[in-house]
């Protein structure tokens, strides 16, 4: 049997991101969703998926790297910028040794409590935007220790891929990051890893669909490409264009996702692949 959860980023960030990932649930193969809990759209969000997708899987996306914290900046001063901002993920690998690990515990810890407040209940998974919780051993800690605390499944952590794809993605990420300091920063994050228990997390995470331009055939090929006795995670990013040229962005095929997710092609090939589309709690 081959199970997949189907989760969209960002949900929390704008009105269109919010309403788009609810159509893509309602009208396509979106089964899950995640928060970015320090953004204006949150709480709305939380809103319209209890009143129009009860059955959409809702986690956090810890966000390390946009808007300002949850707590007041001057609280986290190492974590933020001169405007009390997030440092954007293209200049982590110039500043992330600064950060504090206690600022970072707080923050994340503050994410969490602040989802729980906003919800009424706890998220159904953890991950993290940009992946930047994943990235510092302080985040990946207090990442592993929320979630074996509250008995949460976890994104998969490209920490467990062979080292030289680890590496390749981290500095894709890690703008600017030598080759050297990649290597070091790996091993110390496997190290954290490494200590102590282990949240669940899905046998697969595809990131291949969701990229700068998103096809349908890109998405027919991660559905038909997926393994028998496994769960696997698709990340997708359905959002509004109207939004993204406002915010100075150029980001079409964020629109084009809800297309592809919703399209009769897809729902077929899911159906012909017998793929059965669940929520985290299928790791629980």
């Not at 993605?169 to 080759?179: A, K, S």
């Not at 592809?260 to 790791?283: G, P």
């Amino acid at each position: 049997m081959k199970q997949l959860i189907v989760n969209a980023d960002d949900f929390g960030s704008s009105p269109g991101r919010n309403q788009n990932t609810i159509e893509a649930h309602r009208k396509g193969i979106v089964t899950s969703a995640t928060l970015l809990i320090n953004r204006p759209a949150a709480a709305a969000g939380i809103e319209l998926a209890r009143a129009e997708a009860p059955r959409l899987g809702l986690g956090l996306h810890l966000n390390l790297t946009s808007g300002q914290p949850v707590l007041p900046p001057q609280h986290v001063p190492s974590l933020v910028d001169e405007t009390g901002n997030f440092y954007p993920i293209s200049r982590w690998a110039a500043v992330m040794d600064q950060f504090s690990p206690d600022e970072l515990r707080a923050e994340i810890e503050a994410q969490f409590d602040a989802f729980v407040r906003l919800a009424g209940h706890a998220p159904d998974h953890l991950d993290s935007h940009h992946h930047a919780a994943y990235l510092h051993p302080a985040g990946l800690r207090t990442l592993l220790d929320l979630a074996v605390r509250h008995n949460l499944p976890i994104r998969y952590p490209l920490l467990d891929l062979p080292d030289e794809q680890a590496q390749a993605l981290m500095r894709r990420v890690l703008v600017g990051m030598e080759p050297e300091r990649t290597r070091a920063l790996q091993d110390w994050l496997r190290a954290v890893l490494d200590d102590g228990p282990r949240p669940r997390w899905p046998d697969r995470l595809v990131l291949d669909y969701s990229n700068d331009r998103p096809t349908l055939g890109a998405l027919l090929v991660a559905l038909t490409t997926l393994e028998d006795g496994s769960i696997a995670e698709l990340v997708v990013h359905p959002g509004y264009v109207a939004e993204a040229v406002r915010a100075g962005r150029l980001d079409e095929g964020r629109e084009d996702e809800l297309v592809h997710l919703t399209h009769a092609a897809t729902r077929e090939c899911v159906q012909s692949e017998e793929i059965h589309l669940v929520t985290f709690d299928a790791l629980r």
